[in-house]
């Protein structure tokens, strides 16, 4: 079936620092991957869609400067957070369409952790 | 806009009894229906789908039907067990060929022995 795989799975890092999160489809091509955010309490929020060889689309109230996503290719997308913060701890999770209106596949989240 | 409601956990179970997780959507048109499964520290996976009216969507012993007369998709087990624990999502999908889901707000269900 549909594999997407996240890395790292977990993340710490000092507050002020960037930290990369990639998301590959391992066994499909993607044109267009979702990146989410898990708060506490197991809310899931959009945070943009990211498009191969375009730029993403963020939902309002996203920070585009500080969460620099790029699809570079059709099977890696990656979430870049900048600057990070401690509000910035969170669980991240990427999402790939292995076939146009087939269900989306999910990576297993990356937990960041911002001291 | 598209939106789930799902009932609030966590749901607390005793080893083989029923289950039954309230499901129910606000959506233009005819969406698809997604339950999804997180277990502890992991990411979401696939559990069930349905794309139209009337539509069961089965696995793993679980399954859920769509009802397009009362909006709901409402996911039942007829013998959970301790496995079974783990948050799960109610999604829909709409159907104007953008391709991202609306999540409810996710059920915790516990399972002991």
């Known amino acids: 079936g549909a594999v997407v795989s996240q890395h790292p799975s977990r993340v710490i890092c000092k507050s002020g620092t960037s930290v990369k999160i990639e998301c590959r489809s391992l066994?499909?091509?993607?044109?267009?991957m979702f990146w989410y955010r898990q708060f506490p309490k197991q809310s899931l929020m959009l945070m943009a869609t990211s498009n191969e060889g375009s730029k993403a689309t963020y939902e309002q109230g996203v920070e585009k400067d500080k969460f620099l996503i790029n699809h570079a290719s059709l099977t890696l997308s990656t979430l870049t957070v900048t600057s990070a913060h401690p509000e910035d701890s969170s669980f991240y999770i990427c999402?790939?369409?292995?076939?146009?209106?087939?269900?989306?596949?999910f990576g297993n989240g990356t937990r960041l952790t911002v001291t | 806009g598209d939106s789930v409601t799902q009932m609030e956990g966590p749901v607390t179970l005793s080893e083989e009894a029923f289950l039954t997780i309230n499901c129910t959507y606000t959506a233009t048109g005819y969406p698809s229906l997604f339950w999804y499964v997180q277990y502890p520290g992991e990411g979401l996976q696939l559990l069930l789908k349905a794309t139209k009216a009337d539509d069961k969507g089965s696995n793993k012993g679980f399954e859920a039907t769509y009802r397009k007369e009362t909006t709901s998709f409402h996911l039942e087990k007829g013998s959970v067990q301790v496995s079974d624990s783990a948050v799960y999502f109610c999604a829909l999908r709409g159907n104007s060929g953008y391709s991202t889901l609306t999540f409810g707000k996710g059920t915790m269900l516990l399972v002991s022995p």
């Open positions: 066994d499909f091509q993607a044109t267009t």
């Open positions: 999402s790939a369409e292995p076939a146009k209106n087939s269900p989306l596949h």
